[in-house]
């Protein structure tokens, strides 16, 4: 507050007075907040610059991801740095992944799957952000257009742990009993294509023989495959 002040110290005493240029001065810029951005004007505009300040919130959130509801990085119950600088990794890359999950689950998670309509409700990124129509039917109904359950991401993804790896048992082959994979339901299938992923395609797998075990081998060019048993 001293700024906002004249302050003269004497031999006899101390006066003060306020500094009513100055008080004037940042009365004008009251409720006014600035960003700045190195980058060029080409580059970004002031609408962007506001949005990627507002998006800072999606930072905030995923480090609360980490440490508290669902990853927490702490405590660490390994020693050394490699391993503790590995932990950590492996939680930032999950918490990655998630992210990416969640902006293609949208349309089936109580999350807004329509930025648009969204960014339509007001003028200027500066405004509060608003919710869109789809996303205040979709929160009120619990359903989605197609008439799915929404779901928050936990529970999506304990929904998604349940298809299942059957043990089929054959007279001519007893040895090698071959595997077939649970059909999924219409929610596990729509999360499935928004993930862009086909389970009949992407994984492959194989039965060693009862006492081998099972071991999975991933088709070429699968980027990504799980397995789940019942």
């Known amino acids: 507050m001293e700024k906002h002040f004249r302050i003269e110290v004497r031999d006899d005493g101390v006066s003060w007075s306020r500094n009513r240029d100055r008080i004037a001065a940042e009365a004008r810029l009251d409720g006014i907040y600035v960003v700045r951005t190195s980058l060029g004007a080409g580059d970004i505009g002031a609408d962007r610059a506001v949005e990627a300040c507002k998006a800072l919130s999606r930072v905030e959130r995923a480090f609360r991801t980490m440490k508290t509801s669902r990853l927490e990085v702490r405590p660490v119950f390994v020693y050394g740095e490699e391993r503790v600088r590995a932990h950590v990794f492996l939680c930032m890359l999950a918490c990655h992944v ?18 648009a309509g ?3 409700k007001r003028a200027t990124p500066v405004e509060t952000a608003e919710v869109s129509d789809r996303a ?8 989605t257009a197609d008439g799915l359950p929404v779901h928050g991401m ?7 742990a349940t298809p299942a790896l059957n043990e089929v048992e054959l007279p001519a082959i007893p040895d090698r009993p071959p595997a077939i994979a649970s059909r999924p339901t219409k929610l596990q299938a729509r999360a499935f294509d928004l993930l862009g992923i086909d389970p009949s395609k992407t ?8 006492k081998g075990g099972i071991r999975a081998i991933p088709p070429a060019n699968a980027g990504v495959f799980f397995i789940s048993f019942a």
Do not use: Y
């Open 98 to 115: 998630e992210w990416h999950m969640r902006r293609s689950l949208a349309p089936i998670l109580f999350e807004d799957d329509d930025p």
């Open 203 to 210: 994984v492959a797998m194989q039965l060693a023989g009862r």
């Open 136 to 143: 205040k039917a979709k929160a009120k109904s619990k359903k």
């Open 154 to 160: 936990p529970t999506l993804l304990a929904d998604l």
């Open 118 to 120: 969204a960014a339509a």
